[in-house]
């Protein structure tokens, strides 16, 4: 979560799933998957958090930077195998960021 | 996470955070502006999740919706308490949601 403002309009990826009972190899294929995602063009950040419910926003540089990330032959197969195991249901959005500002609490 | 799609585009705030050591109280405001925000005219939707950084992202029809809410008094005496007490750095995007589609897994 930088603070640092990147340039408008970018885009973000906002990911909610719902787990199945079958997580095994799940961290590890995350894991890989956000390590993968810092090395393509367009990437920006990404931010995750699951209580229950996961949320996964990623953040990129344009729309073609995250179509091609969504064909990327090893993401593809991540794809399937949370349709196949991992994921009871998910949501896709993608949403064009159009203002963006931070607090931090300043040290005393 | 409803599957129902909502009209694009429609829009979304997405709110990551991290906490201070100082929650007292916050989980209780957490929830009253959840209940509050449902309230709003053009409140779509809202979906959260913390595990260390906290992700909330709210769904609504349209800028005016979401800045009437930002306004709205009791969200204010909560924003004003975040700042104090319980956010060390937090970040707020509003995106415009162009995309959105979902997955659910068959019944077996």
Same mark, same amino acid.
């Given at each position: 979560? !930088? ?17 199945? &009972?079958?997580? !095994? ?42 179509? !091609? ?8 197969? !991540? ?15 993608? &949403? ?13």
């Amino acid at each position: 979560m !930088a603070g640092r403002p990147d340039a408008k309009p970018y885009y973000a990826v906002i990911f909610t799933s719902e787990q199945t &009972a079958d997580t !095994a190899g799940y961290e590890a294929m995350a894991e890989r998957m956000v390590e993968l995602a810092a090395q393509q063009p367009g990437f920006l950040g990404i931010e995750s958090a699951r209580s229950g419910l996961g949320i996964t926003v990623s953040y990129w540089r344009d729309v073609a930077s995250i179509a !091609a990330w969504r064909q990327h032959v090893e993401h593809l197969a !991540a794809q399937r195998l949370g349709r196949e195991r991992w994921y009871q249901r998910f949501r896709l959005r993608i &949403a064009r960021v159009e203002q963006d500002w931070s607090f931090e609490r300043p040290t005393s």
